[in-house]
T-cell receptor, first 114, second 113 residues
Framework: GDSVTQMEGPVTLSEEAFLTINCTYTATGYPSLFWYVQYPGEGLQLLLKATKADDKGSNKGFEATYRKETTSFHLEKGSVQVSDSAVYFCALSPQKTSYDKVIFGPGTSLSVIP | SAVISQKPSRDICQRGTSLTIQCQVDSQVTMMFWYRQQPGQSLTLIATANQGSEATYESGFVIDKFPISRPNLTFSTLTVSNMSPEDSSIYLC??????????FGPGTRLTVT
C-alpha cells in the first residue's frame, strides 16, 4: 500500500544552519505530496505542497521538490531559526484530491538552538 | 483556508467513561475527517464523515468505540467510548481544502487515567 518514510529524529541544529529532512514515498499512480508542521501544543498546519513531478513547493523559506524518479520530497531551508522548532510531517494524497485520506510519515522533530 | 475549532482542547478522563469531541468549521464542507495521534506518533485516520450519511471507518476502528455524528455541513462530533489508558491521544479533525490539501483543527488532548 501507499506509505511515507522520513528520516528519524530528533534533529538538533544551531540557528542559521542548513536544514534537510529526507522524505521518500511509495504510491501507485501520481500522488500529491505535502509537508505539514506541528508546533508545540498545536494542530497541524500545511507548510507546502506539490502536485506533480518536478513541482517545487515553497513557503516561509522552506522548499521541497517532487522527484518522481527517486520518489522523494525532501524538505530544505537555508537558514533555520529558533521559531522553526517543531515536528515536520511528510504526507501524500493518493488520489490527488482533498476528498481522500492523507497518509502521513512518522514525523521528524526539529529543535533549533540559539 | 478554513478555520476549524475543537472542543474541548484537552481533558483528563477516567477509564470506562466516554468523551465527545466537537469540531466546528467556519464554512460549509462536504467531508470531514477524524485522526488520532498517539503520543510521539504520526497521525492515523479514524474515519471520514460525510453529511447525511454514516461515517466510513478505517481498518482497526469501529463505530461502537468511536461513534461519529455529522448533523450539518459545518459540524461533527467524535465520541471516544468506554475509554482505556490506550485511548490517550490527540484527536484531530480536518476538512478538505479547495485543492488537494486538508486543513486541521488544533486538536483535543485526551488523557485517560
Amino acid at each position: 500500500g501507499d506509505s511515507v518514510t522520513q528520516m528519524e529524529g530528533p534533529v538538533t541544529l544551531s540557528e542559521e544552519a542548513f536544514l534537510t529532512i529526507n522524505c521518500t514515498y511509495t504510491a501507485t499512480g501520481y500522488p500529491s505530496l505535502f509537508w505539514y508542521v506541528q508546533y508545540p501544543g498545536e494542530g497541524l498546519q500545511l507548510l507546502l505542497k506539490a502536485t506533480k513531478a518536478d513541482d517545487k513547493g515553497s513557503n516561509k523559506g522552506f522548499e521541497a521538490t517532487y522527484r518522481k524518479e527517486t520518489t522523494s520530497f525532501h524538505l530544505e531551508k537555508g537558514s533555520v531559526q529558533v521559531s522553526d522548532s517543531a515536528v515536520y510531517f511528510c504526507a501524500l494524497s493518493p488520489q490527488k484530491t482533498s476528498y481522500d485520506k492523507v497518509i502521513f510519515g512518522p514525523g521528524t522533530s526539529l529543535s533549533v538552538i540559539p | 483556508s478554513a478555520v476549524i475549532s475543537q472542543k474541548p482542547s484537552r481533558d483528563i478522563c477516567q477509564r470506562g467513561t466516554s468523551l465527545t469531541i466537537q469540531c466546528q468549521v467556519d464554512s460549509q464542507v462536504t467531508m470531514m475527517f477524524w485522526y488520532r495521534q498517539q503520543p510521539g506518533q504520526s497521525l492515523t485516520l479514524i474515519a471520514t464523515a460525510n453529511q447525511g450519511s454514516e461515517a466510513t471507518y478505517e481498518s482497526g476502528f469501529v463505530i461502537d468505540k468511536f461513534p461519529i455524528s455529522r448533523p450539518n455541513l459545518t459540524f461533527s462530533t467524535l465520541t471516544v467510548s468506554n475509554m482505556s489508558p490506550e485511548d490517550s491521544s490527540i484527536y484531530l479533525c480536518s476538512v478538505a481544502g479547495s485543492g488537494e490539501e486538508q486543513y486541521f483543527g488544533p486538536g483535543t488532548r485526551l488523557t485517560v487515567t
